[in-house]
């Protein structure tokens, strides 16, 4: 019997998947494909505000990857972090954490979201990667 995970794991396990989805084997791609496409950002923050969790989820993820060049999706992220989905929140979490010293705005409300046992390991990392 597989047993289930802790809601911390569950959500960082979530997170894992969906930014590692697409990354199986085969040749790895040009340098020139890994980087950030900034020019997708409005579109992105947009997709933040979709009806589909799973899409909102997405556009965290995909933000995330821009880390610091995001500057701009701060706050939409620090609006993600008060969403219905526990994903979207971990992953907007996530993608704050990514953006690093910029996004010390959102720190107030990523410490308030840390009191929530399945998203503290994510948002202890983001606020870390912040610098308090």
Do not use: W, Y
Not at 7 to 27: D, Q, T, Y
Not at 59 to 76: L, Y
């Amino acid at each position: 019997m597989i047993g289930r995970l802790r809601p911390p794991r569950a959500v960082m396990a979530l997170v894992a998947a969906i930014s590692f989805a697409g990354c199986g084997g085969g040749a790895s791609p040009p340098p020139a494909a890994l980087a950030p496409n900034v020019d997708a950002l409005p579109s992105l923050v947009q997709s933040l505000k979709s009806r589909d969790p799973a899409a909102r989820t997405r556009a965290a993820v995909a933000i995330s990857r821009m880390g610091p060049e995001a500057r701009e999706a701060i706050p939409a992220l620090t609006a993600a972090l008060k969403d219905r989905d526990v994903a979207v929140r971990a992953s907007a979490a996530h993608a704050l954490g990514k953006i690093g010293p910029d996004a010390r705005s959102a720190l107030s409300e990523l410490q308030a979201l840390s009191k929530q046992a399945p998203l503290r390991d994510v948002v202890t990392a983001s606020i870390q990667a912040i610098g308090e």
